[in-house]
């Protein structure tokens, strides 16, 4: 099966700049997503189709695609985003969704 | 407004059954994909169980592929996630999940709440 890969954690200072990467096979040639969760809360979709943004999020969240490497960008981190981040993409021969592992980004 | 309300989860034996509801409103329900993921406390999310809007199309994960079914009645607008022999590994928070794209597997476009599934000896 296939799998997407995330470092476990990743950690920065308010005002700084917190990238999470995502690769994998899997993430070729199909978009990828990009869901923040916060404690004891459902997922939350932040990055579509590899760098939309859904209405309600604010404009430093970002993302972007390279083949097998996708990457969610945070421009000015506040503390207010610390929380897991999970990128996913879809096997549509399967009818599946792959997740990665999951990153739990820290401000310090 | 999309609303999926899941609801089921319960505490059960290890060997058990139980099944889980998902009530869909706010959207053409018939005519997206559903499915259920599942995330193990202190643990990432894991894909279970998908079903295209007729209801014909069913896939699973290996992990729970011969023991659990998932169905939908798009009269009532429910999804169902019919769980057999559970496990332990089976223990998780499950969400009622509904895709972005209507007719595709694609991505995620909004979460349930989660109804949570314990399973113990």
């Known amino acids: 099966s296939y799998e997407l890969t995330q470092p476990p954690s990743v950690s920065v200072s308010p005002g700084q700049t917190a990238r999470i990467t995502c690769s994998g096979y899997?993430?070729?040639?199909?978009?990828s997503y990009w869901f923040q969760q916060k404690s004891g809360q459902a997922p939350v979709l932040v990055i579509y189709?590899?760098?939309e943004r859904p209405s309600g999020i604010p404009e430093r969240f970002s993302g972007s695609n390279s083949g097998t490497t996708v990457t969610l960008t945070i421009n000015g981190v506040q503390a207010e985003d610390e929380a897991d981040y999970y990128c996913?993409?879809?096997?549509?021969?399967?009818?599946?969704?792959?997740f990665g592992g999951g990153t739990k980004l820290t401000v310090l | 407004e999309v609303q999926l309300l899941d609801s089921g989860g319960d505490s059960v034996q290890t060997g058990g059954s139980l099944r889980l509801s998902c009530a869909a409103s706010?959207?053409?329900?018939?005519?997206?994909?559903m499915a259920w993921v599942r995330q193990a406390p202190g643990r990432g999310l894991e894909w279970v169980s998908s079903?295209?809007?007729?209801?014909?199309?069913?896939s699973y994960a290996d992990s729970v592929k011969g023991r659990f079914t998932i169905s939908r009645d798009n009269s009532k607008n429910i999804l169902y996630l019919q769980m057999n022999s559970l496990r332990g590994d089976d223990s998780a928070l499950y969400y009622c999940?509904?895709?972005?794209?209507?007719?595709?597997?694609?991505?995620?476009?909004?979460w349930g709440r989660g109804t949570r599934v314990t399973v113990s000896s």
């Open positions: 999940v509904k895709d972005g794209v209507a007719g595709m597997v694609e991505y995620i476009r909004h």
């Open positions: 706010g959207f053409s329900f018939q005519i997206y994909y």
């Open positions: 079903i295209s809007g007729t209801g014909l199309g069913t």
């Open positions: 899997a993430l070729t040639n199909q978009n």
């Open positions: 189709r590899d760098n």
């Open positions: 996913q993409t879809a096997d549509s021969t399967a009818l599946s969704y792959i």
